[in-house]
């Protein structure tokens, strides 16, 4: 069982807005700013798209957004294209130098 | 352009030892802020985070899994090398490796592709 909380599956039609959940604790996500973001397509490898809560590497898109209350991180997906069909998974760093993931998310777009 | 690439079997048997190397390219690891980590994800995709080294050696582990890994590096053949003992089939997965820098903490930027290992007699 993955110590950050993911819904399974989120959902979206091109051009809508979608935000998908990640539920730590005052441990790990509540404590910290080191959350990340991957986006993994299948047969791939994963790829950065969020890290520090809301910071972009270069070449991201600024359609990914990344944001964080309390014990929840969340990576807000606008202007969905369907090429951002994949599956997500968010990371926070949990002190002790212990670093926790998510279960992941499936996006698909309708 | 950084690259990783890991190596190693694909089938080992139970209570084996699993030694997996990455080779990378376009960075050194002896350079301040540089550091290389092991990730693995289950047939049910899910991540777990297994290992850290950094450029001044320093070596970090998941709780969990400790006392099962070593990280070792070998600057000079632009090398890392992650032991795991006792394998068991729960063991299975893709492991990956990739790289980080003090620029963005407890953070993989570059991910090398993966390779699968599969535990069984």
């Known amino acids: 069982q993955s110590a950050l909380t993911q819904p399974p599956s989120a959902s979206g039609s091109p051009g809508q807005s979608v935000t998908i959940s990640c539920t730590g604790s005052?441990?790990?996500?509540?404590?910290?700013?080191?959350v990340s973001w991957y986006q993994q397509h299948p047969g791939q490898a994963p790829k950065l798209i969020i890290y520090?809560?809301?910071k972009r590497p270069s070449g991201v898109p600024d359609r990914f957004s990344g944001s964080k209350s309390g014990n929840t991180a969340s990576l807000t997906v606008s202007g969905l294209q369907a090429e951002d069909e994949a599956d997500y998974y968010c990371?926070?760093?949990?002190?002790?130098?212990?670093?926790?993931f998510g279960g992941g998310t499936k996006l698909t777009v309708l | 352009q950084i690259t990783l690439k890991e190596s190693g079997p694909t089938l080992v048997k139970p209570t084996q030892t699993l030694t997996l190397t990455c080779t990378f390219s376009?960075?050194?690891?002896?350079?301040?802020?540089?550091?290389v980590g092991w990730i693995r994800q289950t047939p049910t995709k899910a991540l777990e985070w297994l290992a850290l080294?950094?450029?001044?050696?320093?070596?970090r582990y998941t709780p969990s899994l400790k006392s099962r890994l070593t990280i070792t590096t070998d600057p000079s053949k632009k090398q890392v090398v992650l032991t795991m003992t006792n394998l068991d089939p729960v063991d299975t997965a893709t492991y990956y490796c990739?790289?980080?820098?003090?620029?963005?903490?407890?953070?993989?930027?570059?991910w090398g592709q993966g390779t699968m290992v599969t535990v069984s007699s």
């Open positions: 990739a790289h980080g820098t003090s620029a963005m903490p407890w953070t993989f930027h570059i």
């Open positions: 376009g960075f050194s690891l002896t350079t301040r802020g540089m550091r």
């Open positions: 080294i950094y450029w001044d050696d320093d070596r």
């Open positions: 005052n441990s790990d996500v509540g404590a910290y700013t080191y």
């Open positions: 520090e809560v809301n």
């Open positions: 990371n926070s760093y949990a002190g002790s130098s212990n670093l926790v």
